[in-house]
């Protein structure tokens, strides 16, 4: 499998709150374990898919996708406020159902019955099969919240922020928080900060000879939670960034998607079975928007 491409990667996790800033010495830090690099590289293979979605033209700027069942995915697009339910199958669209005016929104989750869909201001619009209802999660157009996620089987509800922080913490960090899952609003302290003051390119040798792609920021677009394990992946389209953390927040693999078959990776999401969706926004005008299917038994050792 290809190496990741981060080297140099100060990020530090905190499962409470925001951790101390690490030396350049340490990669990854957590506040509940010392600083450590990740133990292992992604069990996905993401050079090589297991299939393949070409989305229809109003799906060309995906920002969010969800599994709706076995072979149904639900995605929203930045522009109008529309829930498209795409048949993986037949690969044909199912059905629509509009559930809000036209805003810039970012992601989807699926709680229950109901869908939750987060706009890039912090509000979440949850629908149901009758009715909208519009709820403040107490995040603002200057955190960019981004990435939205929903575990069932812990009840885990997160969100994932693409600017400021909040929390009283640097321009450097990133943040991703709870929501509580009844009233939306947002825990005080984030469940996981990122620091993220330098991010090198990789050793070209690594990279069969190959030149890395620098990444000058690591700034969330995405998030989900995997099931059986509950490790939290945390997506970043700018630089094309992908991070795993176990339960505790601990960092264990790290990839760098390959921007060939990524121009814009805006989505993520879980099959009970473990496999990763992975959606990406068009990467020209004239161009469509994609799902990557990835499984973990397609990975090279």
């Not at 709706?68 to 930045?78: F, I, Q």
Request: net charge neutral; hydrophobic share 40%; with cysteine.
């Amino acid at each position: 499998m290809t190496k990741p491409l981060f080297c140099a990667l100060l990020l530090s996790f905190g499962c409470d709150g925001p951790a101390a800033q690490t030396p350049a010495a340490a990669r990854f830090a957590s506040s509940a374990a010392p600083a450590a690099s990740p133990t292992r590289f992604s069990p996905y293979a993401f050079n090589r898919a297991a299939a393949t979605y070409t989305l229809p033209p109003e799906l060309a700027e995906i920002s969010g996708v969800s599994l709706a069942g076995p072979d149904r995915l639900a995605g929203v697009e930045d522009e109008s406020g529309t829930l498209y339910f795409y048949n993986l199958r037949t690969q044909q669209m199912d059905s629509t159902v509009k559930f809000g005016p036209k805003g810039d929104y970012e992601d989807l989750a699926r709680q229950g019955d109901a869908w939750l869909i987060l706009r890039s201001d912090g509000t979440i619009f949850r629908r149901t099969a009758t009715q909208t209802t519009l709820h403040d999660t107490g995040l603002t157009a200057a955190n960019e919240p981004e990435g939205l996620a929903y575990d069932a089987a812990s009840g885990q509800l997160l969100v994932a922020c693409k600017s400021e922080a909040g929390a009283g913490l640097d321009e450097t960090k990133r943040a991703v928080y709870r929501l509580n899952p009844q009233t939306y609003r947002i825990e005080p302290k984030p469940a996981y900060v990122l620091d993220v003051p330098a991010i090198l390119a990789a050793d070209p040798g690594q990279q069969q000879g190959k030149k890395a792609p620098k990444v000058s920021q690591f700034a969330p677009s995405a998030v989900a939670i995997q099931s059986g394990t509950g490790h939290v992946f945390v997506l970043s389209a700018r630089g094309n960034g992908l991070v795993e953390l176990d339960k505790q927040g601990k960092v264990v693999a790290v990839q760098t998607l390959p921007g060939k078959l990524f121009p814009q990776p805006e989505g993520l999401a879980f099959a009970r079975n473990g496999d990763l969706f992975i959606s990406s926004e068009a990467g020209k005008k004239d161009g469509q928007g994609l799902v990557y299917r990835f499984t973990a038994t397609a990975a090279l050792n």
